[in-house]
Each structure stands twice: as C-alpha cells, then as structure tokens.
C-alpha cells in the first residue's frame, strides 16, 4: 500500500463537491486523512468566487494512471466538464499531490505536483496533515517548507467544517 495525498478544491456549491469528494475516496479506498478546510481567494481566476481547499490523503494499491482517471471521474461525476478554460469556477478539482516517494512524468502525470511548493492553498494543508513528511524531491518535510514559504498576495484561512456529523476543521 502506497500513501497517495491529493488536494481537493471547489469553488460552485462548495460544501457539497467537497463532501462528495471525501465520500467517494472513502467509498474507494477506505477513509482518508484530512486536513483542515481552508477557504481561499482565487489565485489567477476571473471569477471571484473563493474556493474551500484542503488535502486528503489514503493508502492505495492502484498505479498513479489509474488514479488520475479516478480524479477526473469523480471530478465528471460532480459537473466538472471536461475542457473547461484551466481558470474557470470548478464545481470539483482534484490533483494528486503524491503517490508515495515517486517522481517524475508517470503516466501522463508530473509527481510530485509543482503546486506543493507554490502555493498556499496546497502547502499549507499538507503541512499540517503530514508535518514531518518529507518531500520526494528536496526531503524537506512540509512543515519546514510552509516556515519558509512566503504566501505573498495568496489568502486563504481555515473554516468550519464537517463531515458525517464529525468536525474535520475549526477556525484557530
């Protein structure tokens, strides 16, 4: 069993595609890890609907191609259409982040995924999920990387949210 993170984002009915997401990973691969719920400012969208992003991650067998097309279905299954403009409002969006210790171009996927060391709404909860977790190229854990990071004009904070009854995340 390898340990896959993705980062899970929505902006349109956000609560709901975002319960959907973590119902099906668990349905899937069992019940997932989960960071705290952050709400963010669009990074590059027109649109400014603001996103709920957070981090999964979950033990799977499957390898990183089966996994991307996993992605997307749910993603499909939620109204995300395929060949949507990349900044367009997003009912789902779901990356892998890691699969593992793997890197490189894998079946169509680059890992580990650039937004890990670019941006706050993936970082920030990663590091707070897997603290001590290395980064499969640079072996910085992610703690250490979001003390570094520098998040600019990127704003996001944590927000309350549950899922089936049980709190996942709480404002500070």
Not at 52 to 71: D, I, K, M, S
Not at 100 to 125: K, M, N, S, T, Y
């Amino acid at each position: 069993m390898t340990l896959v993170t993705v980062s899970i984002g929505s902006n349109i009915d956000r609560e709901r595609h975002v319960l959907a997401c973590l119902d099906a990973i668990a349905e899937t691969f069992g019940e997932p890890r989960v960071s705290r719920v952050f709400e963010s400012e669009p990074v590059g969208f027109e649109d400014g609907r603001n996103f709920y992003n957070l981090v999964a991650a979950f033990h799977a067998t499957r390898p990183v191609g089966e996994l991307q097309a996993w992605c997307k279905e749910i993603e499909a299954a939620n109204g995300r259409l395929p060949g949507s403009p990349k900044f367009s409002p997003r009912t789902l969006d779901i990356d892998l982040l890691t699969v593992g210790d793997q890197c490189g171009h894998i079946d169509g996927v680059e890992l580990p995924r650039d937004e890990i060391l670019h941006h706050a709404f993936v970082l920030w909860p990663l590091a707070e999920l897997l603290p001590d977790t290395p980064h499969p190229e640079n072996g910085r854990t992610y703690a250490e990387l979001w003390a570094r990071f520098t998040a600019g004009d990127q704003h996001l904070w944590p927000v309350t949210f549950d899922w089936h009854g049980r709190p996942v995340s709480r404002p500070d």
